[in-house]
T-cell receptor, first 117, second 112 residues
């Protein structure tokens, strides 16, 4: 149980285009999902908390107009990188929270490698 | 602001050696998780510790939560090349926001 999928697994795009990444909880409902960015051999950097049916909560320094998050259902959250530039190239990972009270365990998708040319 | 310091940041050892990774904070965490991540994949949850002083074992991995719930350690016995990866600790944020506070990670390489 607690499987999270992410699509696409990798994407290459031209500078100035927008890219949408999907995160799905396959066997459970997730009212809360998280979007992270990760650089090679470094830890996860939380970008935003995605809440079903409400606006996402962005971390300090993350541009909400550049990284659009939509959590329209209990099993799907999307991250759209708008007007992507080479500096947006990174590994983007989503996670979903089971919502239990005994520890905030998060289950992660396999990640999306974004390369902006 | 809650911080979680993880050490060492990099570790390269020979197969069969033992190692310990530490996560320390001045803040109390209600729970702490350990994850392992392989290149190009998402982190995988290894264990959650909740009670101060708790010790959990997962085959050759031993996880301990400090009595004051401010620190944790991961000990690997007789490391194998398959243990290679990035190990991450994460503590439950004190705010009611379901966020995790992440350590910087320990990149472990076990050489055959």
């Amino acid at each position: 149980g607690a499987v999270v999928s992410q699509h696409p697994s990798w994407v290459i795009c031209k500078s100035g285009t927008s890219v949408k990444i999907e995160c799905r909880s396959l066997d459970f409902q997730a009212t809360t999902m998280f979007w992270y960015r990760q650089f090679p051999k470094q830890s996860l950097m939380l970008m935003a908390t995605s809440n079903e049916g409400s606006k996402a909560t962005y971390e300090q320094g993350v541009e909400k107009d550049k990284f659009l998050i939509n959590h329209a259902s209990l099993t799907l959250s999307t991250l759209t990188v708008t007007s992507a530039h080479p500096e947006d190239s990174s590994f983007y990972i989503c996670s979903a929270d089971l919502g239990t009270s005994g520890g905030n365990e998060q289950f992660f998708g396999p990640g999306t490698r974004l390369t902006v040319l | 602001t809650q911080l979680l310091e993880q050490s060492p940041q990099f570790l390269s050892i020979q197969e069969g050696e033992n190692l310990t990774v530490y996560c320390n904070s001045s803040s109390v965490f209600s729970s702490l998780q350990w994850y392992r991540q392989e290149p190009g994949e998402g982190p995988v949850l290894l264990v959650t510790v909740v009670t101060g002083g708790e010790v959990k074992k997962l085959k050759r991995l031993t996880f301990q939560f400090g009595d004051a719930r401010k620190d944790s350690s991961l000990h690997i016995t007789a490391a194998q090349p398959g243990d290679t990866g990035l190990y991450l600790c994460a503590g439950e944020d004190a705010g009611n926001n379901r966020k995790l506070i992440w350590g910087l990670g320990t990149s472990l390489a076990v050489n055959p």
